[in-house]
């Protein structure tokens, strides 16, 4: 529109005026909305992995990652560098030993006999591994028949560990080991089994052997459970679940001495409570999930700075506006000294103290920081600087209680191999699957927190079972 187009509308009266200046209104208002829109996707397009809780698989080809400075040195071990080898075995675990004794001699030709000739020192020793050829171990039970004088007659009745099934509580352990810590599905044990094993199973026995399994961890998970309200410090995530294609929640909790997992329809703080109880008095490290914030009102946290660095990076990658680059910017550089503090506490180069006092004046220009950018006009600087202030309380307790990490990482990679199964099994398809789903990742996952075997732990629980046994404790 030029001043002549502008100047016939005005001379065209008072309703022309108006109805122009409403139709501008209506473009404009919907301009703003596609430029809303657009700086929506321009984010969403800078979003990856490095920003945001994203995976890294879902990044594109064109995202770019800090790549390494080229070393000059050569590939593989450098000068000077101790190697690494296997140690060598007692004599005595060894199934067979074999002496070499040499020939003849290097020099001059002459035989050597072991029985008249010296041992000038000891003998070098060498062992190698081998797999035995696996052959299950078969048993056939004949509950005979006899005949009484009073002509009746009685056949006896299979052990009662013989009764439950036909295969062993080795076989049961080994399914739900498979099947639970590498993942693999039903067709795939039925093929382990029989390939490796000699076993030969169908897709029924495999299933029905986990039935059996599940109760019997039903025990061992719960005394992981009763552990954790007692836990000094706890690490708690969660992720979407599926059973039967409906929303569930896979729920994580990790302390010292546990790795507990719950499947629950919802993704509040009542789990928190059926789980933890009413009050828990230690540290619950997390991300900023409200139900945390419900719960555990009164109570210390830790918030997870893995996940506010990626949203601060997230904000300076968007470039919406100066406010968010200068803001994500220097909140940064503050956390990047503040680590560089924590990590040289963490090498014994600083201590508690001292890392306090290092620490005193970053957290001070952080605060000042969120506080300037309380005004600005992005909304989503404004969001950000206010949840931080919000949540002060609970960034720093890492540089002030023992035991407590800056991150979630421990749940974080406690729920990574349930993600994983998820992606293969696509969740469960009963309450019942459900159950067996939270007690195997429990007990396989705590007993690898603990240092056990879970394949022997897994054994040793169903043959207790088969044999009527007290069964072995979890934390033992």
Known sequence: MDIREAELIYEAGREVVVKTLLELHARTES??????????KITALS??????????????????????????????????????????LPVEEMDKVHEHFPPV??????????????ETSDPERYQTFELPKIKPAMEEHRCHELGCACG??????????????????GVHGAIAYLTSVHKIGRRGIVEIMNTLFRLNLCLGSVCNCLERVSPELGLASEEARQTLPDSGNLNADETGWKCKGDRRYLWVFVSPLVVYFHIAASRGAKVLRAVLGDVFKGVITSD???AYACYHKRGVRQLCWAHIIRKLKALKDGRASPDAYIFSRNMLKEVGRIFSCWHAFREGYLTREQLLSATTLMRARMKRYCQKYLASPDGDVRTRAKRLLDNWNHLFTFLTHEGVEPTNNAAEQAIRPAVQWRKLCFGNQSEAGERFTERILTVTRTCQLRGK???HFLTDLMEAAFQERPRPSLLA
């Open 31 to 40: 301009l703003s909305q596609q430029v809303i829109i657009l700086e929506r």
């Open 47 to 88: 979003t990856n992995s490095t920003n945001s809780s994203k995976p890294p698989s879902s990044d594109g080809p064109k995202v770019s990652k800090p790549k390494k400075k080229k070393s000059r040195r050569s590939p593989g071990g450098q000068k000077g560098h101790k190697g690494h080898k296997r140690e060598l």
């Open 105 to 118: 001699c290097e020099k001059c030709g002459v035989a050597l006999v072991p029985e008249s000739c010296e």
């Open 152 to 169: 009746h007659r009685t056949r006896a009745e299979l052990p009662p560990e013989v009764a439950q099934s036909q295969f062993g509580p």
């Open 288 to 290: 900023d999930h409200s």
């Open 453 to 455: 075997n879970p394949f």
